[in-house]
């Protein structure tokens, strides 16, 4: 008698993971910087997105300006920086393909929620849960609760999550960090891209049945 395996559930991360977040968030950096005086350097900051904000505006603000403008930054944020930003290639077809396997897609992100949301909407990417706030190793509790065989990220921290939760890591070279970078960070696959992610599932799904039929 065999076990069955586990339902499919994937994570992902959001930002230049599923979407190209960079001209949506220098477009309100922008405006955060017209309205506080401060030019912000947006191109060398878009090359490090993946940490919470704050960490992003504590090297150009003073101590007790940075938590205020990440405040004011979430309030422009939908005005300028959702409409800017699309979907990254791939990124519907890797949703599509863990529905076609009849899985479920969780998107697991540090973007502040309501934020995080009018992106999927305005994209028409249909996720069955969507878990904000949550960065680095904190996004394991989720992927533990949402019973994730796999994170899909595109940052070091985010195969710190995964492996905080004991899932597979899964790294995409969208992002700001190199190959070497997340394998070192431990990352179990990298790939270049989600449109990599259709054909890289399709084995990964018939790798587990065969376990599965041979009752390992």
Same mark, same amino acid.
């Given at each position: 008698?065999?076990?069955?395996?586990?339902?499919?559930?994937?994570?992902?991360?959001?930002?230049?993971?599923?979407?190209?977040?960079?001209?949506?968030?220098?477009?309100?950096?922008?405006?955060?910087?017209?309205?506080?005086?401060?030019?912000?350097?947006?191109?060398?900051?878009?090359?490090?997105?993946?940490?919470?904000?704050?960490?992003?505006?504590?090297?150009?603000?003073?101590?007790?300006?940075?938590?205020?403008?990440?405040? @004011?930054?979430?309030? *422009?944020?939908? &005005? /300028?920086?959702?409409?800017? %930003?699309?979907? $990254?290639? #791939?990124?519907?077809?890797? +949703?599509?393909?863990?529905?076609?396997?009849?899985?479920?897609?969780?998107?697991?992100?540090?973007?502040?929620? @309501?934020?995080?949301? *009018?992106?999927? &909407? /305005?994209?028409?990417?249909? %996720?069955?849960? $969507?878990? #904000?706030?949550?960065?680095? +190793?904190?996004?394991?509790?989720?992927?533990?609760?949402?019973?994730?065989?796999?994170?899909?990220?595109?940052?070091?921290?985010?195969?710190?999550?995964?492996?905080?939760?004991?899932?597979?890591?899964?790294?995409?070279?969208?992002?700001?960090?190199?190959?070497?970078?997340?394998?070192?960070?431990?990352?179990?696959?990298?790939?270049?891209?989600?449109?990599?992610?259709?054909?890289?599932?399709?084995?990964?799904?018939?790798?587990?049945?065969?376990?599965?039929?041979?009752?390992?």
């Amino acid at each position: 008698m065999t076990t069955p395996a586990a339902p499919l559930v994937v994570g992902f991360d959001l930002d230049m993971t599923l979407i190209d977040t960079v001209p949506g968030f220098v477009a309100a950096l922008e405006a955060l910087g017209a309205e506080l005086g401060v030019d912000f350097p947006a191109a060398d900051m878009t090359t490090r997105l993946g940490p919470p904000l704050d960490h992003l505006l504590a090297d150009h603000l003073e101590p007790e300006a940075v938590a205020p403008a990440g405040d @004011r930054f979430r309030e *422009l944020y939908p &005005d /300028h920086a959702v409409h800017p %930003v699309p979907l $990254l290639p #791939g990124a519907r077809e890797a +949703v599509d393909a863990v529905r076609r396997h009849g899985g479920r897609v969780v998107v697991v992100t540090g973007k502040f929620p @309501r934020n995080a949301q *009018l992106h999927l &909407d /305005h994209l028409a990417l249909d %996720v069955d849960h $969507l878990e #904000g706030w949550v960065w680095g +190793v904190g996004k394991a509790d989720v992927l533990r609760r949402e019973g994730a065989r796999m994170y899909v990220g595109d940052h070091v921290h985010d195969v710190e999550g995964a492996l905080a939760a004991g899932v597979l890591s899964v790294s995409v070279l969208t992002g700001g960090c190199t190959r070497e970078e997340l394998v070192a960070a431990g990352t179990h696959v990298v790939l270049d891209d989600l449109a990599s992610f259709p054909a890289w599932l399709d084995g990964y799904v018939a790798r587990e049945a065969g376990r599965v039929v041979a009752g390992e």
